[in-house]
């Protein structure tokens, strides 16, 4: 839960920066508030999350020993885990801030479906690179390999 904290404390302090802030010059309230909700929330839902042979009913569903569960897992990771813990941090944060539910529920509603397809298509990139990082490793080796006689 620690290592949460302060992972979503550095990675905040990085968005800060990359949204043009000075590098010693951040909103430290606004790095506190995330580095909270990963230290008590991030860190304690994912060590159920990560250890499912604890939960009797995720074991009878899916054998984790077998060689398919990794792909859905990723898949599942990636697209639903992924959005409804992001829906989570959102509303902690701006709740941390005191806003209005309503102007929270409304900013959701807005953001929800662009995140959900940025997050899908880099996925796509990422395989798209895979492959080709594949193909050129597949192709050198091949290339080197001496003709057999």
């Given at each position: 839960?620690?290592?949460?904290?302060?992972?979503?404390?550095?990675?905040?302090?990085i968005?800060?920066?990359?949204?043009?802030?000075?590098?010693?010059?951040?909103?430290?309230?606004?790095?506190?508030?995330?580095?909270?909700?990963?230290?008590?929330?991030h860190?304690?839902?994912?060590?159920?999350?990560?250890?499912?042979?604890?939960?009797?009913?995720?074991?009878?569903?899916?054998?984790?020993?077998?060689w398919?569960?990794?792909?859905?897992?990723?898949?599942?990771?990636?697209?639903?885990?992924?959005?409804?813990?992001?829906?989570?941090?959102?509303?902690?944060?701006?709740?941390?801030?005191?806003?209005?539910?309503?102007?929270?529920?409304?900013?959701?509603?807005?953001?929800?479906?662009?995140?959900?397809?940025?997050?899908?298509?880099?996925?796509?990139?990422?395989?798209?690179?895979?492959?080709?990082?594949?193909?050129?490793?597949?192709?050198?080796?091949?290339?080197?390999?001496?003709?057999?006689?």
């Amino acid at each position: 839960m620690m290592i949460s904290g302060v992972v979503y404390s550095l990675g905040d302090w990085i968005a800060q920066c990359v949204e043009g802030k000075p590098l010693f010059d951040f909103d430290r309230t606004r790095m506190f508030r995330s580095g909270l909700v990963g230290f008590s929330l991030h860190g304690s839902l994912s060590h159920y999350y990560y250890q499912p042979h604890r939960f009797f009913a995720l074991r009878a569903l899916f054998p984790f020993e077998d060689w398919w569960v990794v792909p859905i897992k990723v898949v599942f990771d990636q697209t639903a885990r992924a959005a409804l813990w992001n829906s989570i941090y959102f509303v902690v944060l701006r709740l941390l801030r005191f806003e209005s539910l309503a102007s929270i529920s409304s900013e959701l509603k807005a953001t929800f479906l662009p995140m959900l397809c940025v997050r899908i298509f880099m996925w796509f990139r990422f395989l798209h690179l895979l492959i080709l990082l594949f193909t050129a490793n597949f192709l050198t080796i091949c290339s080197l390999r001496s003709p057999v006689t």
